[in-house]
């Protein structure tokens, strides 16, 4: 049996899966925020009502929203600060009496979509969450690729490439929360989505919303979703001339716009070294459970 976690700002979920990845167990319990006592705790208790209901043991596999350093072997870069400088997987492990096998939560998507997704047989895949925030996650042979820095696939933490005036200007000078400028994060994530709406129509929506009403044809819904998916098209451009994945994989809010996949291969194809673009974009398969379930998964790796 394989258990995974998957840690989150407002939530920490549990799933136990069989070899063939079937559900044995899947539990939530709300994020201790700001405790980091209270975090080991509560999945520690996660894990033992999994293997209560279960009558079985399982290897653990976690998903953070940040990385583990290689170099210091403390979180970074995680939003849920009170992870970040932390040995939060030793302390896990001596926690639950075993090792714990972690990766970042876009990584853990990847994984999960790579060994029985929508990206499964694939050698290579970039797996993109576009939601609240937005980040990549990268897996080889349905293995994690976090590279020597532990940052691999941080694609919304790179500048939007090709910005054009219309880019220059939604942002204004805004920094993004890392404290650099121009961050694709800043124009892909559902919430960019959702400012340049604004910022035309004056008034806040939902993404749901917003498309609802580019499909019933208000002017500004219609001129923020096209911008969307240009910026969308440049950001993805720009990762295939670095990796040239096998396949890209879309997971968060925005990921189930079906117009997306049907508008983003030429979108993309304009920007493209050499104007050839045969990549599949694919909704991610496992939904909102794949990076729990990658985090289980992530136990099977060498």
């Known amino acids: 049996m394989r258990i995974g976690i998957d840690l989150g700002g407002t939530k ?7 070899d063939g990845g ?40 976690l998903g953070i929203p940040g990385t583990l350093s290689p170099i210091t072997g403390k979180v970074k870069n995680a939003n849920s600060t009170w992870l970040n400088g932390q040995p939060f997987d030793k302390d896990l492990a001596h926690c639950l009496g075993r090792p714990v096998k972690m990766a970042n939560d876009a990584n853990c998507l990847a994984v999960s979509e790579a060994v029985d997704g929508a990206g499964a047989g694939a050698k290579v895949v970039f797996a993109v969450i576009i939601g609240t925030g937005c980040g990549a996650g990268i897996a080889i042979n349905g293995q994690v690729h976090s590279g020597g820095n532990g940052v691999a696939g941080e694609w919304g933490h790179n500048p939007l490439p090709w910005q054009d005036d219309q880019d220059r200007l939604f942002l204004a000078g805004e920094k993004c929360y890392c404290g650099l400028n121009g961050c694709t994060e800043q124009f892909v994530s559902g919430t960019g989505f959702m400012a340049d709406y604004k910022k035309r129509a004056g ?7 917003i498309i609802q009403l580019a499909q019933n044809g208000n002017k500004h819904a219609i001129k923020a979703f096209e911008n969307y998916q240009n910026r969308l098209a440049k950001a993805l451009a720009q990762a295939v001339n670095m990796l040239d994945p096998d396949v890209i994989v879309l997971g968060g809010g925005m ?14 194809r304009q920007w493209v070294f050499g104007r ?7 909704k991610a398969e496992h939904g909102d459970s794949s990076g729990v379930r990658g985090a289980a998964w992530l136990c099977s790796e060498n």
């Open 12 to 18: 920490i979920e549990v799933v136990a899966l069989d």
């Open 22 to 61: 079937n559900i044995l167990f899947r539990q939530r319990t709300p994020t201790p925020r700001g405790d980091y006592q209270g975090t080991l705790d509560a999945i520690k208790r996660l894990v033992n009502d999994a293997e209560a209901a279960t009558g079985q043991t399982g290897s653990v596999g």
């Open 203 to 209: 008034e806040s929506k939902m993404g749901t919303e």
């Open 255 to 268: 990921s189930n716009v079906d117009e997306l996949y049907e508008k983003l291969p030429e979108k993309i």
């Open 276 to 282: 050839e673009f045969d990549t599949p974009i694919r």
